[in-house]
């Protein structure tokens, strides 16, 4: 495995993609980062932070609307993959789940939609960078609850 990869934010027509064509690039860039990254924290930064800087929403992948239900389960499986080895190798907080990462990344993605353009992808790039930060082992008090995984968060949303 190499040192991580640079991505590059997406515009216009990029982002309007298909849901399915989005969650399609969203598991080469799971896969990518779990085949080339050393570390498993690695792996799961490169994907929040690529996600975030295309503007690809695993959550709204997780809804389903548009996105077949193979490639939502393979797009959770390898979060789970790359959650369980940052676990085992003690970098990612026992707390979060591939759930959570979903739902992070979520969020940042969707990020807020009064703040001008620019700032927005600011912002959004920080806030991922600043997640990624509290999602490491380190001594704090635990969230409320437990870590919600990518199979909880289906049943959630799905009803």
């Known amino acids: 495995m190499s040192a991580p990869g640079h ?10 993609a298909a849901p399915a064509d989005q969650v399609n690039r969203m598991i080469a860039l799971a896969e990518e980062a779990k085949s080339e990254e050393t ?4 792996a799961l ?9 295309q503007g690809l929403d695993p959550l709204a992948a ?9 490639a939502r389960e393979r797009l959770l499986g390898v979060l789970e993959e790359i959650v369980r080895a940052g676990h085992g190798e003690g970098a990612l907080r026992p707390d979060v789940g ?16 009064t703040v001008p353009a620019g700032v927005g992808e ?21 969230p409320p609850g437990v870590a919600l995984t990518g199979e909880e968060l289906v049943r959630r949303i799905s009803g």
């Not at 570390?39 to 690695?42: L, V």
């Not at 930064?45 to 800087?53: I, L, M, Q």
């Open 62 to 70: 997780v809804e389903g609307a548009g996105v077949p239900r193979p």
């Open 98 to 113: 591939a759930g959570d990462v979903v739902g992070i990344v979520g969020l940042v993605v969707r990020g807020l939609p």
């Open 45 to 53: 930064s490169r994907f929040v932070t690529g996600c975030a800087g």
């Open 122 to 142: 600011e912002l959004r790039e920080r806030s991922a960078r600043l997640v990624l930060t509290g999602m490491r082992t380190h001594p704090a008090p635990a």
């Open 39 to 42: 570390w498993a924290f690695d």
């Open 7 to 16: 991505l590059t934010a997406q515009t216009g027509a990029d982002q309007e």
